[in-house]
Protein backbone atom coordinates (compact mmCIF):
# COMPACT_ATOMS: atom_id res chain seq x y z
CA UNK A 1 0.00 0.00 0.00
CA UNK A 2 1.15 3.50 -0.80
CA UNK A 3 0.90 6.13 1.48
CA UNK A 4 2.42 9.34 1.59
CA UNK A 5 2.94 11.92 4.33
CA UNK A 6 4.90 14.46 6.60
CA UNK A 7 8.33 13.08 6.88
CA UNK A 8 8.97 11.69 10.85
CA UNK A 9 11.91 14.04 12.53
CA UNK A 10 14.20 10.49 12.55
CA UNK A 11 13.44 10.30 8.91
CA UNK A 12 14.79 13.94 8.19
CA UNK A 13 17.08 15.07 6.42
CA UNK A 14 18.50 11.66 4.90
CA UNK A 15 14.70 11.03 3.73
CA UNK A 16 14.91 8.54 0.44
CA UNK A 17 17.93 6.91 0.34
CA UNK A 18 19.58 4.44 -2.01
CA UNK A 19 22.07 1.19 -1.61
CA UNK A 20 25.33 1.90 -2.78
CA UNK A 21 24.88 5.62 -3.63
CA UNK A 22 27.07 7.33 -0.43
CA UNK A 23 27.85 10.14 -2.73
CA UNK A 24 23.81 10.95 -3.50
CA UNK A 25 22.98 10.06 -0.54
CA UNK A 26 25.01 12.65 1.89
CA UNK A 27 24.69 15.40 -0.65
CA UNK A 28 21.28 15.40 -0.59
CA UNK A 29 21.38 14.96 2.86
CA UNK A 30 23.35 17.95 3.28
CA UNK A 31 21.33 20.25 0.86
CA UNK A 32 17.90 19.49 2.92
CA UNK A 33 19.95 20.71 5.84
CA UNK A 34 20.85 23.16 4.84
CA UNK A 35 17.49 24.26 3.25
CA UNK A 36 16.26 23.84 6.73
CA UNK A 37 18.27 25.85 8.23
CA UNK A 38 18.20 28.56 6.03
CA UNK A 39 14.49 28.88 6.06
CA UNK A 40 13.77 27.59 2.67
CA UNK A 41 11.81 24.62 3.74
CA UNK A 42 10.34 23.67 7.16
CA UNK A 43 10.16 19.95 8.39
CA UNK A 44 6.20 20.04 7.95
CA UNK A 45 7.08 20.68 4.00
CA UNK A 46 9.17 17.23 3.47
CA UNK A 47 7.10 14.85 2.21
CA UNK A 48 7.87 11.38 1.48
CA UNK A 49 5.69 8.18 -0.12
CA UNK A 50 5.85 4.73 2.18
CA UNK A 51 4.89 1.84 0.41
CA UNK A 52 4.90 -1.74 2.44
CA UNK A 53 6.83 0.01 5.27
CA UNK A 54 9.77 1.41 2.97
CA UNK A 55 10.59 4.74 1.55
CA UNK A 56 9.61 5.04 -1.70
CA UNK A 57 10.20 8.82 -2.95
CA UNK A 58 9.90 11.62 -1.23
CA UNK A 59 9.26 15.51 -2.29
CA UNK A 60 10.23 19.06 -0.64
CA UNK A 61 8.48 21.90 -0.55
CA UNK A 62 10.46 25.34 -0.95
CA UNK A 63 10.44 29.14 -0.99
CA UNK A 64 12.48 32.36 -0.12
CA UNK A 65 13.17 32.54 3.42
CA UNK A 66 10.79 34.67 5.36
CA UNK A 67 7.66 34.02 3.46
CA UNK A 68 4.77 31.44 4.61
CA UNK A 69 3.79 30.33 1.29
CA UNK A 70 5.78 27.24 -0.17
CA UNK A 71 6.52 28.19 -4.06
CA UNK A 72 8.30 25.40 -5.71
CA UNK A 73 8.78 21.32 -5.12
CA UNK A 74 12.70 20.59 -4.84
CA UNK A 75 14.39 17.09 -4.05
CA UNK A 76 12.10 15.30 -5.83
CA UNK A 77 12.61 11.74 -5.47
CA UNK A 78 9.75 10.07 -7.55
CA UNK A 79 10.55 6.51 -7.31
CA UNK A 80 8.39 4.51 -9.94
CA UNK A 81 5.59 6.67 -11.87
CA UNK A 82 2.31 5.79 -9.63
CA UNK A 83 5.02 7.05 -6.49
CA UNK A 84 5.77 10.03 -8.52
CA UNK A 85 2.22 10.35 -9.63
CA UNK A 86 1.12 10.42 -6.21
CA UNK A 87 4.11 12.67 -4.15
CA UNK A 88 2.74 15.50 -7.15
CA UNK A 89 -0.49 15.28 -6.39
CA UNK A 90 -0.08 15.23 -2.58
CA UNK A 91 2.88 18.14 -2.82
CA UNK A 92 -0.08 20.37 -5.47
CA UNK A 93 -2.87 19.73 -2.24
CA UNK A 94 -0.12 20.83 0.17
CA UNK A 95 1.31 23.90 -1.31
CA UNK A 96 -2.79 25.04 -2.17
CA UNK A 97 -3.86 24.50 1.27
CA UNK A 98 -1.38 26.73 2.54
CA UNK A 99 -2.21 29.69 -0.06
CA UNK A 100 0.37 28.66 -3.16
CA UNK A 101 -1.94 29.62 -6.43
CA UNK A 102 1.33 28.31 -8.73
CA UNK A 103 3.71 25.60 -7.85
CA UNK A 104 7.49 25.33 -9.46
CA UNK A 105 10.15 22.91 -10.18
CA UNK A 106 13.59 22.87 -12.45
CA UNK A 107 14.91 19.88 -13.53
CA UNK A 108 18.83 19.56 -14.58
CA UNK A 109 20.62 17.61 -16.89
CA UNK A 110 22.69 15.97 -16.71
CA UNK A 111 22.23 14.83 -12.81
CA UNK A 112 24.75 16.49 -10.30
CA UNK A 113 24.90 16.98 -6.99
CA UNK A 114 22.91 17.87 -4.44
CA UNK A 115 19.44 16.72 -6.69
CA UNK A 116 20.74 14.06 -8.65
CA UNK A 117 17.62 13.78 -10.97
CA UNK A 118 18.41 10.69 -12.35
CA UNK A 119 15.83 9.53 -15.28
CA UNK A 120 14.78 13.01 -16.65
CA UNK A 121 12.64 11.92 -19.19
CA UNK A 122 10.31 10.28 -15.96
CA UNK A 123 10.45 13.10 -14.45
CA UNK A 124 9.29 15.45 -17.22
CA UNK A 125 6.52 13.18 -18.01
CA UNK A 126 5.51 13.19 -14.74
CA UNK A 127 5.51 17.14 -14.22
CA UNK A 128 3.52 17.53 -17.52
CA UNK A 129 0.70 14.83 -16.68
CA UNK A 130 0.99 16.77 -13.24
CA UNK A 131 -0.03 20.06 -15.20
CA UNK A 132 3.59 21.41 -15.10
CA UNK A 133 4.21 23.13 -18.49
CA UNK A 134 8.05 25.03 -19.60
CA UNK A 135 8.87 27.99 -18.59
CA UNK A 136 11.97 28.87 -19.22
CA UNK A 137 14.54 26.02 -20.98
CA UNK A 138 17.59 27.53 -20.16
CA UNK A 139 21.45 27.28 -19.48
CA UNK A 140 23.41 27.10 -15.95
CA UNK A 141 27.07 28.63 -15.82
CA UNK A 142 29.46 27.80 -13.31
CA UNK A 143 32.89 29.59 -12.11
CA UNK A 144 35.69 28.65 -9.49
CA UNK A 145 38.20 30.56 -7.65
CA UNK A 146 40.34 28.21 -9.86
CA UNK A 147 39.51 30.04 -12.83
CA UNK A 148 40.89 32.98 -14.38
CA UNK A 149 39.58 36.73 -12.64
CA UNK A 150 37.37 38.03 -15.00
CA UNK A 151 38.68 41.58 -15.93
CA UNK A 152 36.46 44.39 -14.63
CA UNK A 153 35.23 46.98 -17.34
CA UNK A 154 36.74 50.44 -16.81
CA UNK A 155 34.40 51.99 -18.87
CA UNK A 156 31.66 51.77 -16.15
CA UNK A 157 31.32 53.05 -12.57
CA UNK A 158 29.07 51.88 -9.83
CA UNK A 159 26.59 52.75 -7.67
CA UNK A 160 25.18 50.93 -4.80
CA UNK A 161 21.07 50.26 -3.84
CA UNK A 162 22.36 51.51 -0.44
CA UNK A 163 23.06 55.01 -1.95
CA UNK A 164 20.40 55.10 -4.93
CA UNK A 165 17.54 53.66 -2.97
CA UNK A 166 15.33 50.96 -5.04
CA UNK A 167 13.76 52.84 -7.38
CA UNK A 168 16.69 53.68 -9.80
CA UNK A 169 16.62 49.91 -10.31
CA UNK A 170 12.90 49.22 -10.55
CA UNK A 171 12.97 52.33 -13.24
CA UNK A 172 16.18 50.64 -15.14
CA UNK A 173 14.97 47.81 -15.20
CA UNK A 174 11.56 48.44 -16.34
CA UNK A 175 13.65 49.63 -19.50
CA UNK A 176 15.43 46.87 -19.80
CA UNK A 177 12.43 44.60 -20.32
CA UNK A 178 11.37 46.24 -23.29
CA UNK A 179 12.91 43.95 -25.31
CA UNK A 180 14.02 41.10 -23.19
CA UNK A 181 14.87 37.47 -24.57
CA UNK A 182 13.99 35.74 -21.19
CA UNK A 183 10.87 33.94 -22.06
CA UNK A 184 10.12 34.32 -17.36
CA UNK A 185 10.43 38.32 -17.77
CA UNK A 186 7.80 38.09 -20.99
CA UNK A 187 5.43 36.22 -19.15
CA UNK A 188 5.76 38.78 -15.84
CA UNK A 189 5.76 41.34 -18.45
CA UNK A 190 1.96 40.32 -20.01
CA UNK A 191 0.80 39.73 -16.65
CA UNK A 192 2.05 43.03 -14.64
CA UNK A 193 3.09 45.28 -17.08
CA UNK A 194 7.00 46.48 -17.36
CA UNK A 195 7.10 48.77 -14.50
CA UNK A 196 4.89 45.62 -12.30
CA UNK A 197 7.55 43.04 -13.95
CA UNK A 198 10.56 45.20 -12.72
CA UNK A 199 8.95 45.87 -9.53
CA UNK A 200 8.18 42.42 -8.74
CA UNK A 201 11.91 41.12 -9.76
CA UNK A 202 13.59 43.77 -7.68
CA UNK A 203 11.66 42.94 -4.11
CA UNK A 204 12.40 39.35 -5.22
CA UNK A 205 15.94 39.72 -5.59
CA UNK A 206 15.61 41.96 -1.92
CA UNK A 207 14.37 38.93 -0.21
CA UNK A 208 17.71 36.34 -1.23
CA UNK A 209 20.29 36.50 1.02
CA UNK A 210 22.59 39.74 0.29
CA UNK A 211 24.87 42.30 1.69
CA UNK A 212 23.92 45.64 1.08
CA UNK A 213 26.54 47.29 -1.09
CA UNK A 214 26.13 44.27 -3.64
CA UNK A 215 23.08 45.53 -5.82
CA UNK A 216 25.00 48.27 -8.10
CA UNK A 217 23.76 50.07 -11.56
CA UNK A 218 26.40 50.87 -13.86
CA UNK A 219 27.24 53.91 -15.40
CA UNK A 220 28.75 54.88 -18.22
CA UNK A 221 31.12 58.08 -18.71
CA UNK A 222 28.58 60.18 -19.58
CA UNK A 223 27.09 59.23 -16.36
CA UNK A 224 23.95 57.40 -18.04
CA UNK A 225 23.11 54.32 -15.96
CA UNK A 226 23.19 51.56 -18.25
CA UNK A 227 23.51 48.49 -16.20
CA UNK A 228 22.29 46.36 -13.34
CA UNK A 229 24.53 43.91 -10.98
CA UNK A 230 22.37 41.73 -8.29
CA UNK A 231 24.72 39.25 -7.09
CA UNK A 232 23.21 37.21 -4.49
CA UNK A 233 23.39 33.67 -2.21
CA UNK A 234 21.10 30.96 -2.11
CA UNK A 235 21.01 27.90 -0.11
CA UNK A 236 23.47 26.16 -2.17
CA UNK A 237 25.54 28.49 -3.67
CA UNK A 238 26.62 32.48 -4.86
CA UNK A 239 24.77 33.59 -8.14
CA UNK A 240 25.03 36.26 -10.60
CA UNK A 241 21.64 36.62 -9.57
CA UNK A 242 20.21 39.47 -12.02
CA UNK A 243 21.93 41.59 -15.08
CA UNK A 244 20.16 44.04 -17.23
CA UNK A 245 21.55 45.97 -19.82
CA UNK A 246 19.38 49.29 -20.92
CA UNK A 247 18.68 49.81 -24.51
CA UNK A 248 21.07 52.89 -24.12
CA UNK A 249 23.71 50.60 -23.49
CA UNK A 250 23.03 47.77 -25.87
CA UNK A 251 25.58 46.20 -28.12
CA UNK A 252 28.90 47.14 -25.91
CA UNK A 253 29.19 44.48 -24.60
CA UNK A 254 28.18 45.84 -20.93
CA UNK A 255 26.52 42.23 -20.17
CA UNK A 256 29.84 40.81 -20.24
CA UNK A 257 30.75 43.64 -17.56
CA UNK A 258 27.67 42.83 -15.40
CA UNK A 259 28.88 39.12 -15.06
CA UNK A 260 32.52 40.60 -14.17
CA UNK A 261 30.88 42.58 -11.77
CA UNK A 262 28.95 40.22 -9.57
CA UNK A 263 31.73 37.86 -10.01
CA UNK A 264 34.27 40.38 -8.62
CA UNK A 265 32.00 40.93 -5.59
CA UNK A 266 30.74 37.59 -4.67
CA UNK A 267 34.73 36.57 -4.84
CA UNK A 268 35.69 39.45 -2.36
CA UNK A 269 32.76 38.15 -0.09
CA UNK A 270 34.95 34.74 -0.22
CA UNK A 271 32.55 32.55 -2.26
CA UNK A 272 34.70 30.12 -4.26
CA UNK A 273 31.99 28.75 -6.86
CA UNK A 274 29.82 31.19 -8.30
CA UNK A 275 26.88 30.33 -10.56
CA UNK A 276 24.52 31.90 -13.01
CA UNK A 277 21.13 30.75 -15.15
CA UNK A 278 19.57 32.44 -18.16
CA UNK A 279 17.23 31.51 -21.15
CA UNK A 280 18.62 29.27 -23.89
CA UNK A 281 17.28 31.41 -25.99
CA UNK A 282 19.03 34.32 -24.43
CA UNK A 283 22.17 34.23 -27.13
CA UNK A 284 23.59 37.43 -25.61
CA UNK A 285 23.79 36.64 -21.72
CA UNK A 286 25.07 32.64 -22.02
CA UNK A 287 27.79 34.30 -24.65
CA UNK A 288 28.61 36.86 -21.51
CA UNK A 289 28.93 34.36 -19.11
CA UNK A 290 31.46 32.28 -21.53
CA UNK A 291 33.71 35.74 -22.21
CA UNK A 292 33.83 36.08 -18.45
CA UNK A 293 35.02 32.40 -17.98
CA UNK A 294 32.38 30.92 -16.49
CA UNK A 295 31.25 26.67 -18.08
CA UNK A 296 27.98 25.91 -19.15
CA UNK A 297 27.65 22.71 -16.87
CA UNK A 298 24.04 21.91 -16.81
CA UNK A 299 20.85 22.84 -19.25
CA UNK A 300 18.15 23.78 -16.78
CA UNK A 301 14.24 23.62 -17.73
CA UNK A 302 12.09 25.66 -15.17
CA UNK A 303 8.22 23.81 -15.38
CA UNK A 304 5.67 26.22 -13.32
CA UNK A 305 1.59 25.29 -12.67
CA UNK A 306 -1.76 26.67 -11.64
CA UNK A 307 -2.88 25.29 -8.52
Given amino acids: MLTIRTARPDEIPALTTFPDDGERNAATAAYLAGLLESGCTRPEWCLVAEHDGRLAGNAVLWTIPGRNVPMDIVLLEPGDPDTGQALLAYAAQQARELGAQTQGHVLDIPAQAPQFQRNPQLREMLLVGAGFTVARDGCRFEWTVDDPMPAQDERLHWRSMADLGEEPFVELLADTFTDTADSIFQAEI ?64 YATAVVARGTHVLADAGFSEIRGDCDGGNTGMAKAFQRVGYRNFANRKMFTRPL
Fill in 190 to 253: AEHGLHGAAERNVADMLEMDHRPGWFEIGYDAADTPVAISMPARTASSAVIGLVAVARAGRGRG
